[in-house]
């Protein structure tokens, strides 16, 4: 952040995308590996982490290469794919924020027990009163810990989408352009100078009139 404030926002803009695709590309080569490690043995969450780090991953890459041609050719409608993940990355951590806050509100041992409810359905297991109790005191914690991170990322999303939005705006406006190119047949000649009915059209076009009879 403290370089996006020396440099120019074209510089931050793609270097903060560059970071991104490099981090979410890490995450997803670790996934990969575990899931390699543990090929006979994979389970729903590790699955869904994967397909989750891989759609992740096809955006990030979609709205780098996206970025970068809106540089090297001047079209701004190219950053739309980068505002688009941005807000979309923003607008989770924040709606995730919020419910953790509602889950520190007074709420935490009702989504505690349906988390646990959850866990016993799914794994077909029954947990004890005191793994019960050991439960909420990890979940809350959990939450805590996730609560900072999700704020933290969601101040580094915010900064990225004002220093997006800054590009943007040092690249030309957004123009119409035309879908059928113009005509570019050569100009008909003109009619022989001897015909008394054509007359010039300052227009480019040619207009002919009908002689009337003398009276």
């Not at 709606?95 to 646990?116: D, H, R, W």
């Not at 909420?136 to 990225?160: R, T």
């Not at 190119?181 to 009908?210: H, L, M």
């Amino acid at each position: 952040m403290l370089c996006c404030c020396c440099w120019p926002p074209r510089l931050c803009a793609i270097s903060l995308s560059m970071v991104d695709t490099s981090f979410v590309a890490l995450l997803f080569y670790r996934t990969v590996d575990r899931l390699c490690a543990i090929f006979d043995h994979i389970d729903g969450v590790d699955a869904l982490i994967f397909v989750v780090l891989l759609g992740l991953l096809i955006c990030e890459i979609l709205a780098a290469i996206t970025l970068l041609l809106s540089d090297k050719r001047g079209i701004s409608r190219y950053v739309w794919p980068r505002f688009t993940l941005l807000i979309c990355q923003f607008t989770t951590a924040f709606v995730v924020c919020l419910f953790l806050l509602f889950y520190f509100s007074g709420y935490s041992e009702s989504i505690n027990n349906a988390f646990i409810s959850g866990y016993e359905y799914w794994a077909g297991v029954e947990v004890s009163k005191e793994d019960r109790r050991d439960a909420y005191s990890d979940l809350y914690m959990y939450a805590i810990g996730l609560f900072i991170l999700l704020l933290v990322y969601a101040v580094y999303n915010g900064f990225e989408l004002y220093v997006t939005y800054k590009y943007y705006e040092t690249l030309p406006p957004e123009s119409f352009v035309a879908v059928k190119p113009p005509d570019s047949r050569p100009p008909r000649p003109p009619p022989p100078p001897f015909n008394r009915n054509f007359k010039a059209d300052p227009s480019g076009k040619y207009k002919y009139t009908i002689a009337q009879p003398k009276s």
